[in-house]
């Protein structure tokens, strides 16, 4: 079987099992609460059960998906030791985080957007948002899918590929305002699934944030093919999200989205210009860590 198609039935496994799992998990969570044990997932919905049930089955079933791939090393997929870790982690935060920050006050400045109150303690949960996920989504995309694409393919069009995979999977959810699931049954995560595409009834919709979503992922995608390593993905990742999602929290938007910069900063030609923009760095700086004595890179970028 080619690994596209064991891909397709892993992401099929994924989900079937997932919606089999999101229910128990639903139950578990509001017997938790009734008996005050868990009064933080008061108001928390079937579909973030879901998507919790969704990552617990991705981290129990990763490593035998891999085995069924035939990897048995992270050197399988492509990947090696990095002995500038440190430093691209570093550098992938600063340059993530600068670039969006950059937008968001443009933004502010542009009197498209006022700061609300700064709470500090609100930077934590936030914090923990911009570490764990990059960790866990730069593994999965970066690490297994891409790593097996390209086995199978040419790494270009790999890159494409994952990258395409990787915005439509951040579009995956059911509608603002949807009608709760009531009452919660074992069939109700297969009822949620189709709930899961509904914007792509509407393609036109949710276009401008798939471009930019899609230029990050060939981004990310590129450093890991010239790194040989997760660690600049990660960080440009983690970069990203913590000042996208402390932007969010700490600022409200008061004019209507424009063609440069639309609700959010990931949406309009300011971002996917700041993602190439950014692109073009990391090639040069890449070209001249490969052309270095020292070179660690696998090839030229």
Request: charged share 15%; aromatic share 12%; glycine share 8%.
């Amino acid at each position: 079987m080619q690994p596209l198609a064991k891909l397709a039935g892993y992401l099929t496994f994924v989900l079937l099992v997932s919606a089999l799992l999101a229910p128990p998990l639903y139950w578990l969570g509001r017997a938790a609460l009734a008996d005050g044990w868990a009064p933080f997932l008061k108001g928390v919905k079937f579909s973030s059960y879901f998507n919790r049930a969704v990552l617990v089955v991705v981290l129990l079933s990763l490593v035998p998906f891999l085995r069924w791939l035939g990897f048995r090393r992270w050197s399988d997929l492509g990947l090696r030791s990095n002995p500038r870790r440190w430093s691209d982690l570093a550098l992938g935060v600063a340059a993530g985080a600068i670039g969006l920050y950059l937008v968001a006050a443009g933004l502010l400045f542009a009197d498209q957007a006022e700061l609300k109150t700064i709470r500090w303690l609100k930077l934590l949960p936030i914090l923990a948002t911009a570490v764990v996920v990059p960790i866990i989504e730069e593994i999965l995309f970066r690490g297994v899918l891409y790593g097996a694409l390209r086995r199978a393919m040419d790494w270009r069009r790999a890159l494409v590929v994952v990258s395409l995979i990787f915005a439509a999977a951040h579009y995956l959810g059911p509608p603002h305002g949807a009608p709760k699931l009531k009452p919660i049954e074992w069939t109700s995560g297969f009822v949620h699934l189709p709930r899961l595409v509904w914007q792509y009834r509407e393609p036109l919709e949710v276009l401008p944030g798939l471009v930019t979503l899609f230029c990050v992922g060939m981004l990310l995608a590129y450093t890991v093919e010239k790194t040989r390593s997760l660690y600049l993905a990660m960080g440009l990742h983690g970069g990203w999200v913590f000042a996208l999602r402390s932007y969010e929290r700490f600022s409200r938007p008061i004019a209507e989205p424009t063609f440069w910069v639309g609700e959010d900063p990931t949406t309009g030609l300011v971002p996917v210009l700041l993602v190439l923009c950014s692109w073009a760095g990391f090639v040069l700086l890449l070209r001249r860590r490969a052309r270095s004595p020292a070179a660690e890179a696998p090839a030229d970028a």
